[in-house]
């Protein structure tokens, strides 16, 4: 089983939509969650931190559920810069400087006007 | 500004040839990161450095050789490389007591 696992689409959402992803991971110790977006030849850019609670940023919303060792994005109102793929990313380190990031292979959006 | 910069943007190379990436930072952040990255795939951690000292080496063959010379700067020495070594070589720093990462956009290597 992969580390952490996504589903690579791609997704082709049309402009206005709301689009969720999904990914797990394999590691219950893991300690630490994000979003990251890659949009083509870029370098990957932090969307969100993904926490229990949840959290919100404008049209976003990040979830975890440590349970069932699951991390979900919503996208509302989706916009046509909104097209890259999305990383999902999972810190299996356990202390500063031990960090050791895991990324799924990511999920190819692309929003249709 | 979370910044973090890398030279060459791209860097072409003989399997012969010795070259070096830079990578600065001027953001205070005390851990350093190089990952790699190839077409359509993930990054890939290669080495983690945390207060200027080597702390993670993901079993990297040794024709990459990484150097920490001060807080604010990570090298990434290059020497006898493979033509399949050529991908994305993406730096990135992260502050103490936050484990969030932020990238540099990247050197774009190409092994001849």
């Known amino acids: 089983r992969k580390e952490v696992e996504q589903d690579p689409g791609p997704f082709n959402v049309p402009e206005g939509a709301t689009v969720a992803f999904n990914c797990t991971y394999s590691?219950?110790?893991?300690?630490?969650f994000f979003w990251y977006r890659q949009d083509c030849r870029k370098e990957p850019k932090l969307l969100m931190s993904?926490?229990?609670s949840g959290n919100e940023d404008g049209r976003f919303t990040a979830q975890l559920n440590r349970a069932s060792q699951y991390i979900s994005l919503l996208i509302r109102d989706s916009k046509l810069s909104d097209s890259a793929t999305y990383l999902c990313?999972?810190?299996?380190?356990?202390?500063?400087?031990?960090?050791?990031?895991?990324f799924g292979t990511g999920t190819r959006l692309t929003i249709i006007p | 500004d979370t910044e973090v910069t890398q030279t060459p943007k791209h860097l072409v190379m003989g399997m012969t040839n010795k070259k070096s990436l830079k990578c600065e930072q001027h953001?205070?952040?005390?851990?350093m990161y190089w990952y790699k990255q190839k077409a359509k795939k993930p990054p890939e951690l290669m080495f983690v450095?945390?207060?200027?000292?080597?702390?993670i080496n993901e079993s990297v063959p040794s024709r990459f050789s990484p150097e920490c010379p001060n807080s604010s700067l990570l090298n990434l020495h290059l020497h006898a490389l493979q033509p399949e070594d050529s991908a994305l070589y993406l730096c990135?720093?992260?502050?103490?007591?936050?484990?969030?990462?932020?990238f540099g956009p990247g050197t774009r290597l190409t092994v001849l």
């Open positions: 993904v926490y229990s």
């Open positions: 590691n219950s110790a893991s300690q630490s």
């Open positions: 990135a720093s992260s502050p103490i007591l936050e484990n969030t990462q932020y």
């Open positions: 953001m205070g952040h005390r851990a």
């Open positions: 990313v999972v810190n299996m380190g356990t202390n500063f400087g031990n960090e050791k990031l895991t």
């Open positions: 450095y945390s207060y200027e000292k080597l702390s």
